[in-house]
């Protein structure tokens, strides 16, 4: 489906039919990092990992990201979290919503310095990863310098644009640090309007708890654990939405 909908962006582009190409790119990021890359990241999806590991480069590649930092990133975020001084991932959820949002422009960079800097063994897969998106980024600005296509570059500034909002909806929201145990350091969502609104891909709880399960059994799996999250206390979060405004509901388990 990335894949898809990148060449999706280019036949809309090149058409002029920019809202389209606009939508092929944001369900390109929503699709990449905290779906089927998060999935690549875990290996949940039982590929060869040689398989597994080269679609998550291209698939990174694709939103101008390293998909090796990545990887390492996440990986350091479940052994570690919630320790704020060793997991970047995790960083946003320490500080307010606003700051959050003023970490995204930088984020996936960070990501990659820390990686770089934490694991000297793969300094050379995220040397050649960070040229390829160099090599990407100088090839679209080219290509616009010389009016040959403004498309290409469009889309690395489109790309780019979208990554401001991820600390927020993949590490402010859904972790509470401050929970006094790992069953109420993350937090449990539910409701039909949470579930409409962040596409059944909301159960960070869940996936915490058990990360090796692929988003698209995510459902599944809070079924599953509801009685017992029930019977520990774990609070739940809805959004209630009513006429002309919308606010977030905790409810005891």
């Not at 700051?99 to 897969?125: K, Q, S, T």
């Amino acid at each position: 489906m990335p894949f898809v909908l990148l060449v999706g962006y280019f036949l809309a582009a090149s058409t002029g039919w920019w809202v389209p190409a606009a939508i092929a790119i944001v369900a390109l990021s929503f699709l990449t990092y905290g779906s089927i890359s998060h999935d690549l990241v875990h290996r949940s999806l039982r590929l060869p990992r040689r398989c597994n590991d080269w679609l998550l480069t291209a698939i990174e590649l694709l939103m101008i990201r390293s998909g090796r930092a990545y990887r390492l990133a996440h990986g350091n975020h479940h052994a570690r979290y919630p320790d704020a001084a060793d997991d970047p991932e995790a960083a946003a959820a320490f500080g307010s919503w606003r700051f959050a949002l003023a970490a995204g422009p930088l984020y996936f960079p960070r990501l990659w310095f820390w990686a770089f800097r934490r694991y000297p063994n793969h300094r050379p897969r995220l040397a050649l990863e960070a040229t390829a998106i160099a090599a990407l980024v100088i090839a679209a600005t080219v290509l616009a310098i010389r009016s040959i296509s403004f498309a290409p570059l469009i889309y690395v500034v489109l790309v780019q644009a979208g990554t401001w909002i991820v600390p927020l909806v993949t590490s402010a929201i859904p972790h509470d640090p401050r929970g006094r145990g790992p069953l109420f350091q993350t937090r449990r969502f539910r409701g039909a309007a949470i579930r409409i609104i962040a596409l059944e891909h909301l159960y960070h709880l869940e996936h915490h708890l058990y990360p090796g399960v692929p988003h698209h059994s995510w459902p599944e799996l809070a079924r599953r654990l509801d009685p017992i999250l029930d019977a520990a206390g774990v609070p739940i979060v809805r959004l209630a939405i009513r006429p002309f405004s919308c606010s977030i509901v905790h409810l005891r388990g």
